[in-house]
Structure formats: structure tokens, C-alpha cells
């Protein structure tokens, strides 16, 4: 394993960056490992990936009379790796994918096919021994997202993670509808409700939520959170529920103000939506947060300290409140502050370091994919006839040694 400093030396020679200062490297190296609120029963990490389009795969495989090979496919290399989660989307409401792999035309009609698909993603993740964890939404446009709860609603000019979705009464009963139709649905592969799915692990309220527009106290946010959390939990009382949240504040308690000042991060602490008003809510059982240095914008030189600092301050803040945190997404881009991809193995591995020894439940990077499919500026693989090992597969590695440690 490279060491942090090698990291440092490495990395600060790297041109194509808009900082060129020096990077930090991470800090409380070796400091002794943190307390860990556990979701696993002998107290490991959970290991998880995600594969947000498993639902899409298997319809479409459906609508060609053919095996779902690309979910069979993905499934055996995940549980290969020893991932024991996997993190996929439990909706598809985009307009634009109505015959192909839409579920929710409209409200409340929906397209058998596609929800056929996602019946065959619960059995078959069942059979290969995962577990899933299911956004029921989104707040992005991706696959319909929040502006299409509010174009259903008739609200006018819906927008981008429009604010309306969370404090609209028609818009929340709608996305409660929703809920309650795919909660009550009866899998027509294996004759279980979802509700009470063994292969189902934790279902999430929606990917991403941000408090822009809304108090800056957090306090309509997680208004929305405990009604939402709680109509799950009168469904599916046997399952987890998360937010699905990045982990930003509304203020700097509980974060150290003078790192995220001088990285210029403030901007995190002060979204309408708080970490730790959320997790603390009744109905919520998972803590989550995600971490993208480049979407962010982090500073070059503290593209370590930084990630690793995000990941133990929300650790410490939901052991606090004895809840198990999940660090469900995180990456830096191909394309982005650190190009070489040895440089950004060797913050991966410091990032699973932080997993480990700050008391993280678990987690793991985002994205994982089958030999075909397109990447995206995150994409690894393990291909058919490689060892994980392989530099062509980025980072597989590196999760089953996580797997194999955890």
C-alpha cells in the first residue's frame, strides 16, 4: 500500500489543476480506531456498491423475451468482490423512458412490465445472497425526480430539486402514494410483499435531498423526513430506513468551523437540511453520507484531509446520536483533480482507512458496472477473465480487500 506522503508527493506534481498548493495528507493516522454503531450483527462493515440501473436492465430484458443477463451478470461479480449491499434505484418515473422502463407513467399508473423488472431485481438479488438498498426517489431529473412530482401536482414553472416537493401538501401526497402502492406491491416472481422482502436491506426517502429554498434552520426538511420515514415504517416495520442525504448542515456544530472555512466549504453548512436533525428523527435507522471532492469543489491540496475529515465528523455525529453510518456514494472523476489513476487508488484507500477507523457502519464507491455498459466519469468493472487486480478495473481490488477486512 502506497503511503499518504507518497500520495502527497504524487499528487502535488500533477499538472492540469486549478491549485496548485501542496496536498495535506490525512490527519489522526494513527489515532486508535473509533466505536462503531453496526448494522451487521458481528459488529464488520457492510460493503456496499452501487448499481442504481438493475430495474432498467431487467425490464428491458423482459420486453425482449431474453435472461437478464446483465443483472445476473453484475450481481455475480458484486458478491465476487464480497459486497454484501448493493445500493439501486426502486423507482423510474421519467417521461422520456414511458414503454421502455418507466414504472410510474402517471400517478399512480404504472407500467406491469417495468414493475415486473424490479420484481426480478428483488428475487435475484435474494438469490445471490445481497441485500438492496432502494431509493424510492429522486431529487435530481434524473428518472423523473422532484420537478415531476411537482409537474403531476400542477404546480407552475416545476424546476430542478424544486423546494415545492417538500412542502406542498398535494406534492407529498402523491410521493406518499406512491410509497404506499410499491411497499403494498406483491412480487410477481416470488409472491412476497415488498414491504417485507428479505432481499430488501434499507429503503431510502429520496437520493440527495438538499434544503435549497427551504428554512434555513432545517426545521421543513425534517418535517418532511419524519412523515415521510414514518409511512414507511408503517409499511415495511421490518426494514431500515435512510434518508439518502449528502450530509450537509445548517450550521457548524459538531464540524471543525475552521478547516471548512479555510477550504472554503462553508456553502456545506448552511443548506436547509441537517444532517443531524435528520438522523436524529424517530423513524430514521441509518445515518448516510456521500462524498464527491470534485463535484464539490474541494481544494486540490485537501482532497484527502478533506474527504477523510467529512467521513469522521458525520461518524461521530450519528454514533452520537446511536445511529450506524453509511458512506453510500463517493468518487473522484477520471477526469478531474486527480487524473492518474494511482493517485486516486492510493485516496481510495485512504478513504477506506477513514471508513474503518472513525466507526463507519460501511459503504463504498460509486459506480459499479458490467463489462458493456457506457461508463461515466466514475465507472469501474471487473471483466470477465481478469483478476481484480487488473489496472483496467480501477478499484475492484481494492473493494475486496476492503470486503476481506471489514
Not at 127 to 143: E, H, I, K, Q, T
Amino acid at each position: 500500500m502506497r503511503t499518504l506522503l507518497a500520495l502527497v508527493l504524487a499528487m502535488s506534481t500533477t499538472a492540469g489543476c486549478a491549485d496548485d498548493a501542496p496536498i495535506e495528507p490525512s490527519t489522526d493516522a494513527d489515532a486508535p480506531p473509533a466505536p462503531r454503531v453496526s448494522l451487521s450483527p458481528d459488529g464488520r462493515m457492510e460493503v456496499l456498491l452501487n448499481a442504481y440501473y438493475l430495474q432498467e436492465e431487467a425490464t428491458r430484458s423482459l420486453r425482449s423475451g431474453t435472461e437478464p443477463a446483465h443483472v445476473d451478470e453484475t450481481l455475480r461479480k458484486l458478491s465476487g468482490l464480497g459486497v454484501t449491499l448493493v445500493r439501486t434505484n426502486a423507482f423510474n418515473d421519467d417521461p422520456a423512458k414511458v414503454g421502455d422502463t418507466t414504472i410510474q407513467i402517471d400517478p399512480l399508473v404504472f407500467d406491469e412490465v417495468a414493475l415486473h423488472g424490479l420484481d426480478v431485481v428483488l428475487a435475484r438479488a435474494h438469490a445471490s445472497g445481497l441485500r438492496l438498498v432502494l431509493p424510492l426517489g429522486n431529487y435530481w431529473d434524473d428518472f423523473g425526480g422532484t420537478r415531476q412530482y411537482c409537474r403531476w401536482a400542477g404546480l407552475p414553472d416545476p424546476k430542478r430539486g424544486d423546494a415545492r416537493f417538500f412542502t406542498d401538501p398535494n406534492v407529498r401526497a402523491l410521493y406518499l402514494a406512491w410509497i404506499s402502492a410499491l411497499l403494498n406491491r406483491v412480487s410477481t416472481v416470488d409472491g412476497i410483499r415488498y414491504g417485507d422482502h428479505p432481499a430488501v436491506f434499507a429503503w431510502e426517502l429520496l437520493n440527495e435531498p438538499r434544503g435549497d429554498g427551504l428554512s434555513p434552520d432545517g426545521a421543513q426538511m425534517r418535517a418532511w423526513v419524519d412523515a415521510v420515514a414514518s409511512h414507511v415504517k408503517s409499511l415495511a416495520p421490518t426494514h431500515r430506513v435512510a434518508v439518502g442525504e449528502e450530509g450537509f448542515e445548517t450550521s457548524f456544530a459538531g464540524h471543525d468551523e475552521a478547516f471548512w472555512r479555510d477550504a472554503g466549504r462553508d456553502w456545506m453548512f448552511r443548506s436547509g437540511s441537517s444532517f443531524a436533525l435528520n438522523t436524529a428523527s424517530p423513524w430514521i435507522d441509518v445515518a448516510t453520507v456521500h462524498l464527491y471532492p470534485d463535484g464539490w469543489s474541494f481544494p486540490r491540496r485537501l482532497v484527502t484531509r478533506g474527504a477523510t475529515r467529512w467521513i469522521s465528523e458525520h461518524a461521530a455525529i450519528a454514533r452520537g446520536l446511536g445511529k450506524p453510518l453509511l458512506v453510500e456514494e463517493l468518487g473522484l472523476r477520471d477526469d478531474g483533480m486527480v487524473p492518474l489513476l494511482e493517485d486516486r487508488r492510493a485516496w481510495m484507500r485512504a478513504v477506506f482507512d477513514a471508513m474503518r477507523t472513525t466507526g463507519a457502519a460501511g459503504g463504498g464507491p460509486w459506480q459499479f458496472a458490467y463489462d458493456a455498459r457506457p461508463a461515466d466519469d466514475y465507472t469501474f468493472r471487473w471483466l470477465d477473465g481478469t483478476a481484480p487486480d487488473d489496472p483496467r478495473n480501477a478499484y475492484a481490488d481494492l473493494v475486496q480487500q476492503l470486503a476481506a477486512t471489514r
